[in-house]
Each structure stands twice: as C-alpha cells, then as structure tokens.
C-alpha cells in the first residue's frame, strides 16, 4: 500500500494498459499537460505483448513522478486499476485509459468542485465527454452527463457516466468499498459508481473534459459476458430496491432493457435486440422509455431485419 501524500488535494493517476503502445503516448502527454499539478503518474501494464514498456521508458527518463508495473499475467482492466489504487500515493486518484486523453483542465476543474464542496463528502467526481468515432472519419459527439437529479436514481437505472477515464475518486471511498469487483465479467465500472454513490457523494462537471475513442474494439466482444455483467447487476439492484422501496422499480427494470437493446443494435445482433426492445416496452408506462425503444426497433429496422 502507497504511504499517502500529506497534501489533503493531491492527485494520483492511475492508467492501466494491454497492448496500447501505439495510443499510450497520448494518454500520457494528456497527463502531463494537466493545468493541476499531478503528484504521480502509475502506469500498470496487464502483461502486453508489444512495445509498451519501451514507450513508457521513454517518458520515465525525463518524468520521474511515473511509475511503470507490470502484470506477470493478463488480469484484466479491473484488477489493473485495483494494483493502481493499492500503489498509489494521492489523496484523489484519476483514472484514464491507455487510448483516451484528457483535456488539459479536467483535474483542475474536478478539484475545483471538491475544494468548493468542503461541506459534502466527496466521493467521486465525473465529467461530460466528447465521444470520438475513429471508424467514422473521427466525427466527435458531446456528450453531457448530467441527465439526472438524483445521481443515485440514475445509476440505479443506468450506467450513466461512462468510462472510467471521467472519474476522480476519493482513495478513502476506492479503499472504503474495496475497488473494483473482478470476479464481474462486465459492468466493473457501473458496480464500482454504484457502491460509492451508497456512501458518498458524488458530483458531475457537465463540461465535456475527454476526448473518448471508440472504435471496432469498443463493441466487440463477448455478448455472454456483456448479459452475465448486467444480469448480475440488475439482481444486486433489485435487491437494494426491494429493501428501499424508494425508486420505480419497473422504469428501472425497463431502463436495463433498453441499454441491452441499444448494445446489441450497435453490434448488429438484431434478433436480440428486438427481445430487449420490447421488453422494456412491456415492462414501464414512461413515454421517454418507450418512444427510444420503438425509436430503435422502427427507425433502426430492428423488426425488419430480426425477421
């Protein structure tokens, strides 16, 4: 365990990376030109095959705040981030991916809102993001964040913040719920907004501060993994619902669907997108429900080519 900082604002970043030496340059350059200072980078290799160290080497002799771990097996992109917490030295730590970049005054106005919020207890941070589609002439979408009142609400319905590389956390609130949970085949992330979001609060810069790429690798993947994660997920709400009796149990259950549905459209899977589809259709009475999934299942020629 990293011996904490005394700096009650200082900041660790913490980029986990497999097989990235081609995109880590960029990560890291984004780091670097922070307009907050950054007490030290942690660069925790999940055991690549390709050039990576040789990359972060060549940083780590004019930068001496980086430190470079490597995984003696592939573990995944949560156990990862989990050796960066357990390594890491700041009070605050942020995560970015190995692809993904910052813009230059994402901490600063992250900390900004912790400094000012001295009456809360601070959590976790996130921001909006300016989406990145490579495989489409790298066209960029905004996308804000802040949909939701109740942030707590909203995550129960939905992974709403998004990536990691958005979000600032609280080492105490990363420690306090013990990171993330590897034994999830998907849904790492969502869990982990989850849990902090039951003890701590948790704030949002609508302001787009990253620049997120996706591409092919963004959506590929296993559909089992993808549903067992969710699955999993939703049993865990559903318990916490049923305890709270506070929140629209259908709207949520039918707000699950229609992620799946969405997921598997922009996978092509068209058969079982049109099962999620219109499973979230049968199971809430909200217009705004309803209408993006029949948004999906007719504009998008669900129906037609599920046929």
Known sequence: MGQLIDDQYSVSVVIPSFNRAKTIWKALDSVLNQTYPIAEIII?????QDDTETVVNSYREKHPNITYYKHSVNRGG???RNTGIELSKGRYIAFLDSDDE??????????KLVSTLKDKNIGMVYTGIYNVYINQGNRVSKYSPNRYKDIMYGLLCENFIGSTSVVLCSKEALLAIGGFDVTLPSCQDWDLYLKIAERYDVVGVEEPLIRYY?????????STKVITGHDILHSKINNQLQLQKKYNSRKITA???LTLGRYF?????YARARKYLVDAIKTTTSVSIIVKSLYHLIYRSVIRRSV
């Open 78 to 80: 949560g156990a990862a």
């Open 44 to 48: 925790v290799d999940d055991n690549s």
């Open 214 to 222: 996706i591409h092919d690798d963004s959506i590929t993947g296993s």
């Open 102 to 111: 910052w813009l230059e005054n994402k901490i600063e106005k992250q900390m």
């Open 265 to 269: 459209v922009n996978k092509g899977e």
């Open 255 to 257: 707000t699950h669907s």
